[in-house]
């Protein structure tokens, strides 16, 4: 990342008590993303990515509890009151959920939604509110903007409610976007065309944004760089390209390897992953790949290796056993 | 469309499905779910099915079993007609024909333990030896990679996504049937679990001599396990053909638009821009003619008119276009 960071994360972690005992949900997390750039996150279910999220937007459960500072255009959002906090989100910190119904009201009309997010942060009257509104459903691509102002969301199609969603988001000209799975709830078709609306609104806006998913593929065309989470820590993070020339964490290689592409022969068999990530309440001593990992020993099963870059400080990862190039050689 | 279009070669159709009509009634409004499908899956074979959600996907697969009443045409299996058979005969047919579903978690009831849960089938069948019984789960639960002594006492919420899965098709395995429709069964799965899952998929399918339809939606996933290829689009069939070559040259717009969809995991290849589609029309009240010309580049005045029907455009590959990307011959 170049120039000053509009987000920084630093050393940020996230407990949650269970009743079989503390779960560390995200450990250690350090983080930054300038203004205009996207940074995508990827990991599997449970890997911590949506509550590293939620502790950006300081939406965590009641019970949760977070250490580390979230510095935001130059506010810690761990210190914010709740009602700067509140003014913060919707304005310029805005996010998009994986399902649009958990962010849209089911009882009010998509009109009512979009006025009321615009009259609240920006002030503005009844009547220029309602132009914007009509403006934003046509940059986001919906169809007859006037006559949806009038439905509801029950009355949409998934994409279409993702997309109100996403001008909804947009609508306060935020300087950070957070996508958390924007489209896995869609189909592929429509996952296309929501991912493109995304990256042109964010050329044209010249926002931030953060994009969680658990597909490389979706990361890989659309984002300046990734960072890889398992277990809740990053354990790999490089600039997009560089990333994808050459992965150094095996977790990263492996998970790349498990995708079924589409050029590949039918019935080969897949590369999976043996075992499956610790359980998050039991921490594992060392690395937690170290039981999944074909490359683990000794110290792998005693020491956790910190996010660290050898050769630059561009390309980072938590490895003792780094594979020297995207064949698979061990370093 | 006729019964019978795709030649099987020398390998004889387990299953043939001809001319399948499924519709619902909600609230006053017929939904097309299953319009005129006919396919057939040859001993031994395994067909993708892949369409967007609501594209009657996993209807068809409920009709094949019959837990669809279709509205008109046949499911033959094995030589017979399953839409013509009730009561024992159906159930007796059924045991041949197992279903696995998308969420495994779900679909294992939660108060049951792992051994029961695999040995209900069984139960149904009418094996009344509890020891046989025991010994037929303890092999299947083998089979798929669980330990048979840890697990049998246990309970599904012990047990993550991809082992209730295992379970699920250790399940659908007991009885050793000869077909399984799986419908969605690593959606719901993580990307290093889902990988596991095919494998084990592909594994149980050579042991136990079985012939598969499998649904799904993700085309990368579908072509892994494939040898051949439907798409489906708003209850009818746009093209069928052989994994590799229909994905390497698809003959139909709609077929080549899922396949630019895929995010390819690699950062050289720009995302195309997409084209702006739409989305698809309602089943309620689908398109006139070809159903996809609401939303292809191709579409023209012949396209409202007239539905096209499935033709052989190159060898095994067949399309239902007038404008197909491949020209016939």
């Known amino acids: 990342m170049t120039g000053p960071a509009l987000l920084s994360v630093e050393n940020v972690a996230v407990d949650l008590p269970t009743p079989r005992g503390n779960l560390r949900a995200v450990d250690q997390v350090d983080l930054s993303i300038g203004a205009g750039q996207t940074l995508g996150i990827v990991g599997e279910s449970g890997c911590g990515k949506t509550m590293l999220s939620r502790a950006i937007l300081q939406l965590l459960p009641k019970k949760a509890r977070l250490s580390g500072r979230v510095m935001f255009d130059g506010q810690d959002l761990v210190a914010l009151g709740p009602e700067p906090l509140r003014k913060l989100r919707g304005r310029s910190l805005a996010v998009v959920f994986q399902d649009p119904m958990t962010s849209l009201n089911p009882v009010l009309t998509i009109g009512t939604q979009l006025i009321e997010t615009l009259q609240e942060h920006l002030e503005l009257d009844g009547a220029t509110a309602r132009k914007r509104s009509v403006e934003l459903l046509a940059a986001v691509g919906i169809p007859a903007p006037e006559q949806r102002l009038l439905q509801y969301p029950h009355?949409?199609?998934?994409?279409?409610?993702?997309?109100?969603?996403?001008?909804?988001?947009?609508?306060?000209?935020?300087?950070?976007?957070?996508?958390?799975?924007?489209?896995?709830?869609?189909?592929?078709?429509?996952?296309?065309?929501?991912?493109?609306?995304?990256?042109?609104?964010?050329?044209?806006?010249?926002?931030a944004m953060i994009l969680i998913t658990h597909d490389l593929g979706v990361v890989a065309g659309r984002t300046d760089e990734v960072a890889v989470m398992y277990a809740g820590r990053i354990v790999e993070r490089a600039p997009t390209p560089v990333l994808f020339r050459q992965m150094r964490m095996p977790y990263t290689a492996?998970?790349?390897?498990?995708?079924?592409?589409?050029?590949?022969?039918?019935?080969?068999?897949?590369?999976?992953?043996?075992?499956?990530?610790?359980?998050?309440?039991?921490?594992?001593?060392?690395?937690?790949?170290?039981?999944?990992?074909?490359?683990?020993?000794?110290?792998?099963?005693?020491?956790?290796?910190?996010?660290?870059?050898?050769?630059?400080?561009?390309?980072?990862?938590?490895?003792?056993?780094?594979?020297a190039s995207a064949t698979g050689f061990r370093a | 469309m006729t019964g019978d279009i795709q030649p099987s070669g020398s390998r004889d159709p387990l299953l043939k499905v001809e001319n399948l009509v499924v519709e619902y009634v909600v609230g006053g409004n017929t939904i097309h779910a299953v319009s005129d499908v006919s396919l057939h899956i040859a001993r031994g074979e395994t067909l993708g099915l892949v369409g967007e959600s609501g594209c009657g996907k996993s209807t068809l697969g409920r009709a094949v079993l019959q837990l669809r009443q279709a509205v008109s045409g046949r499911v033959l299996f094995d030589g017979h007609d399953l839409t013509a058979m009730q009561g024992d005969a159906l159930r007796r047919m059924r045991r041949r024909v197992q279903l696995i579903f998308q969420d495994p978690i779900a679909s294992l009831n939660p108060r049951r333990r792992i051994g029961e849960i695999v040995a209900e089938p069984l139960v149904i069948a009418g094996v009344k030896d509890a020891k046989r019984r025991r010994q037929l789960v303890g092999d299947v639960l083998s089979a798929v990679g669980l330990d048979p002594g840890l697990v049998v006492g246990r309970l599904p919420h012990e047990f993550s996504g991809g082992q209730c899965q295992r379970v699920c098709i250790a399940r659908a395995l007991v009885l050793n049937p000869e077909f399984i429709i799986c419908d969605e069964p690593v959606s719901a799965l993580d990307v290093s679990i889902r990988a596991q899952i095919l494998n084990l998929l592909e594994e149980m399918k050579a042991r136990y001599g079985l012939t598969l339809l499998f649904i799904a939606h993700d085309l990368a996933v579908v072509k892994a396990v494939s040898d051949r290829v439907a798409v489906m689009y708003l209850g009818r069939l746009c093209e069928v053909g052989p994994?590799?070559?229909?994905?390497?040259?698809?003959?139909?717009?709609?077929?080549?638009?899922?396949?630019?969809?895929?995010?390819?995991?690699?950062?050289?290849?720009?995302?195309?821009?997409?084209?702006?589609?739409?989305?698809?029309?309602?089943?309620?009240?689908?398109?006139?003619?070809?159903?996809?010309?609401?939303?292809?580049?191709?579409?023209?005045?012949?396209?409202?008119?007239?539905?096209?029907?499935?033709?052989?455009?190159?060898?095994?590959?067949?399309?239902?276009?007038?404008?197909?990307?491949?020209?016939?011959?």
């Open chain 1, 155 to 207: 009355q949409l199609s998934g994409g279409m409610r993702q997309r109100v969603a996403i001008a909804i988001a947009l609508s306060c000209e935020p300087k950070l976007l957070i996508a958390d799975e924007p489209t896995t709830a869609l189909d592929v078709t429509i996952q296309a065309q929501i991912l493109d609306l995304l990256a042109r609104e964010q050329r044209r806006r010249h926002m």
């Open chain 1, 254 to 323: 492996a998970l790349l390897a498990a995708i079924p592409k589409i050029d590949a022969v039918p019935h080969t068999p897949l590369p999976a992953i043996g075992g499956r990530p610790p359980d998050p309440t039991r921490p594992v001593q060392g690395c937690s790949f170290s039981p999944r990992c074909r490359y683990a020993a000794g110290e792998c099963y005693r020491t956790k290796p910190a996010l660290a870059g050898a050769e630059s400080c561009d390309h980072q990862y938590a490895c003792f056993h780094p594979l």
């Open chain 2, 243 to 329: 994994s590799a070559q229909l994905f390497a040259r698809p003959a139909h717009p709609y077929t080549a638009l899922l396949i630019e969809a895929i995010p390819v995991p690699d950062p050289e290849v720009r995302p195309a821009e997409s084209v702006p589609v739409g989305e698809p029309p309602s089943p309620i009240a689908p398109p006139s003619g070809c159903r996809f010309r609401t939303r292809c580049p191709r579409a023209d005045r012949q396209c409202a008119d007239q539905a096209p029907e499935l033709r052989e455009v190159v060898p095994q590959q067949f399309v239902a276009c007038h404008h197909p990307l491949i020209a016939a011959g």
